[in-house]
């Protein structure tokens, strides 16, 4: 196995999804395929669960030949914190050696060697020995679906996390309410339609429903993933979060409802 990035954007987007993903794992599995990477987790609490997927054309290149999938897990901050280390002028290569493997490597490669002080370094990140079982996730069809930016969401839960750490979410065909509220006060935030990228629900439909904002607001820690966030929720659901990377790549979270 062996995959390359070099376009800056995408080691952005690809070092801002092990900051997301650090905060929900300990430890990450990283499954190939010969068509994909794919990564599935979840909390110590079975709270949030979070499915990546990207395909192999995403990447500058990837190598990947077997037939079968192949599996390793690493410690989800080790390997952030080397994916951090990336540079402006830098190619990412991540492979593993031929055989049985303890240790992911993982290069960061001048584009163009012509600066000063700027060299080739070379890192591993021991794999850890440990199974995880893959969840089937079932296709839902949501009550509601709405669309924003991820820095609007991203400013509301910065703010939103500062009075408490439940979010009760409002959607009806006027708009939707976000509410939570603490030992500090309370806050509202009422979103319009026409403030929405997309917008459904049945009609006459209202939702009343309330997550852990603590979780929420670890999912929209980063802008750079997506311009947008889609969110679906359905009762008795866990609500979900998606960003579409392009070329038919995303990253998906769910996050348990509150019991009423």
């Not at 410690?75 to 080397?82: A, K, L, Q, R």
């Not at 670890?218 to 979900?240: A, H, N, V």
Request: proline share 3%; net charge negative.
């Amino acid at each position: 196995m062996k995959l390359q990035i070099q376009e800056k954007s995408k080691i952005d987007v690809f070092v801002a999804i092990f900051q997301l993903l650090k905060n929900c794992s300990s430890v990450i599995k990283l499954d190939f395929f010969q068509d994909k990477m794919y990564i599935q987790g979840m909390d110590k609490s079975h709270v949030c669960l979070f499915n990546v997927h990207i395909c192999n054309h995403w990447f500058q290149s990837y190598l990947y030949e077997s037939n079968e999938c192949q599996s390793i897990v690493v410690d989800s901050s080790s390997f952030f914190t080397i994916l951090s280390r990336s540079q402006e002028n830098n190619t990412i290569v991540i492979y593993c050696d031929d055989g049985p493997a303890d240790t992911l490597n993982i290069d960061m490669l001048v584009i163009d060697p012509s600066g000063k002080s700027e060299y080739n370094r070379y890192f591993q990140v021991p794999l850890v020995d440990t199974e995880q079982e893959t969840l089937e996730v079932p296709d839902i069809e949501y009550d509601a679906e709405f669309s924003l930016k991820s820095k609007q969401l991203f400013d509301l839960a910065g703010q939103l996390i500062l009075f408490g750490d439940v979010i009760n979410i409002i959607c009806s065909e006027d708009g939707i309410d976000l509410n939570t509220s603490g030992d500090h006060g309370k806050m509202k935030v009422s979103i319009p339609i026409d403030d929405l990228n997309e917008f459904s629900i049945s009609e006459g439909e209202t939702i009343d429903l309330s997550y852990s904002l603590t979780y929420l607001h670890k999912m929209c820690l980063t802008t750079k993933l997506s311009k947008d966030i889609s969110i679906g929720i359905r009762e008795d659901y866990p609500i979900s979060i998606k960003y579409d990377l392009g070329e038919t790549s995303y990253v998906l979270f769910f996050v348990a409802p509150k019991m009423k």
